[in-house]
Every structure is written in structure tokens, then in C-alpha cells.
């Protein structure tokens, strides 16, 4: 029943939910919640939030409140990321030249790229062999969403790929799915969560995403969480993108 009322309704939900932004706000981040409850404690109270739609509306509303046209930006900008990023990783031989892969498999390929052309330094859980596991898995034919998950060893958003869809998860739990020819939008995605529930950035990925948070979502860093390899990382992009 939601489902058939969902885009009657958005409008409606929208406005409640900028109403609330500042209540709502002061829940998330507010120390009686320990982080890793946030995820389903918000999810229950705000339902909505698992639709891509609203998740990218708070990400506005958190980021530019003011610039309704800020989603279109900003994919915009992500789009020229990564034309640029596709070059740069086959510079530094870590990806391969865009004009022999298909779209999806372009979108796998920076995904796979994106840790190793802006490294933390720091080495994932035991658990998933690769610092790329911590921001999107690829399930195999044989392989079951449940089970992965149940064995996977972080609590964060992740992008979780099949042959048909893409869903995002968080710790144990999925959250929303969306079709796979949205792929190259699915790390928007991932940060509008972290964003939506205040989360922090695993270590092993956390260069990367504060690479994105700057140069794609334009949000600004924190002097404290500006580390040595984040700083190296980005000079290192900057002076290849301009």
C-alpha cells in the first residue's frame, strides 16, 4: 500500500520532514544513542529514509539547505569526477581504460579503484581481504545476501551488487534496493546514508570518503580529520585534475 501511494504522497512527506529537520537532527546526534543502534533506531522512526529519493533530500537539507538544485549538482559534479578519475587510475595502472568496459562495468571498475588512488594506510578487518570490500561487494550466483552479511565484519553503508540489482546495507540489515542501471549514482548513495545518520567512516576507507565529501558532495573537513594521507591524496589528485 505505500508502495502504490509513494509518489502521491512525497510531497507531503517532504514538507513534514523539513518541518522536523532540526528535531529530528538533535535525535540523531544526540548522546543517548550509541552509533551503532543509530542506523535501525532512525530507520524505525523514519521509515522513509529508506527510499533513495528522501535519503538524498536530507543529504540537501544537510548540506545546502538553501539550494534546491543541489542533487542535480551535485551528480553533475560526480559525473566529472569521474571522467577525470577513470584517467588517473589508468595513469597509476590501478584501473582500466574506460573505452573497453560497458557502463556497469565502468561503475565496478571505479569502485574498485576509488581506496587504492586515495589510500588510508590503515589495513581492513582481517575479514575482508581488501580495503574495497569495506565500500561495495559484488555477491556471486552462488552467493546469499543473508549470509555475506551475517559475516560481514563492519557496521556501515555498503553497496552490495547481484545480477539483477543493487542494494544498499547497513551492518546486518538491508536497507533500500535500486536497479543497476543506477550504479554509477550507488556511492552518492552510500555517503547520503552516512550523512543521513551521522555515522562515522570505517578507517580503511576513510581517506576516500573524505576525498568524496569534499571534492564531490562540497562539504567541508574538519581540521581534525584532515589526516596526513588525506592530505597527500588529495594534492596528488589535484595536481593531475588540474
Not at 546514508?193 to 564531490?216: F, G, M, N, R
Not at 562540497?218 to 588525506?230: C, F, I, K, P, R
Request: contains cysteine; glycine residues 4%; proline residues 7%.
Amino acid at each position: 500500500m505505500y508502495k502504490t501511494k509513494k509518489h502521491k504522497n512525497k510531497s507531503a512527506v517532504v514538507q513534514l520532514l523539513d518541518l522536523e529537520f532540526q528535531s529530528r537532527k538533535a535525535f540523531i546526534d544526540s548522546d543517548v544513542m550509541k552509533e551503532q543502534d543509530r542506523p535501525t533506531e532512525v530507520l524505525e522512526a523514519y521509515p522513509c529514509f529508506k527510499e533513495i529519493d528522501h535519503v538524498m533530500d536530507e543529504l540537501q537539507r544537510i548540506l545546502q539547505p538553501s539550494n534546491h538544485k543541489y542533487i542535480g549538482e551535485l551528480k553533475e559534479r560526480w559525473k566529472v569526477f569521474c571522467s577525470k578519475l577513470q584517467f588517473y587510475g589508468v595513469m597509476k595502472k590501478i584501473m582500466r581504460p574506460p573505452m573497453t568496459l560497458d557502463e556497469v562495468q565502468q561503475s565496478i571498475e571505479i569502485l574498485k579503484g576509488l581506496p587504492a588512488l586515495f589510500p588510508s594506510g590503515v589495513p581492513p578487518p582481517k575479514k575482508l581481504g581488501q580495503p574495497s570490500e569495506a565500500l561495495f561487494h559484488i555477491l556471486m550466483p552462488s552467493e546469499n545476501a543473508a549470509a555475506f552479511l551475517g559475516r560481514h565484519p563492519l557496521s556501515s553503508p555498503l553497496l552490495l551488487i547481484d545480477q539483477e540489482n543493487c542494494m544498499i546495507t547497513i551492518g546486518k540489515n538491508p536497507v533500500t534496493t535500486f536497479p543497476k542501471d543506477l550504479l554509477h549514482e550507488g556511492i552518492l548513495y552510500v555517503m547520503a546514508y552516512y550523512y543521513a545518520l551521522h555515522l562515522t567512516y570505517p578507517k580503511c576507507i576513510a581517506t576516500l570518503l573524505s576525498v568524496l565529501q569534499t571534492e564531490v558532495l562540497g562539504d567541508v573537513l574538519h581540521e581534525q580529520d584532515s589526516t596526513a594521507s588525506y592530505k597527500r591524496a588529495l594534492s596528488e589528485w589535484k595536481r593531475f585534475a588540474n
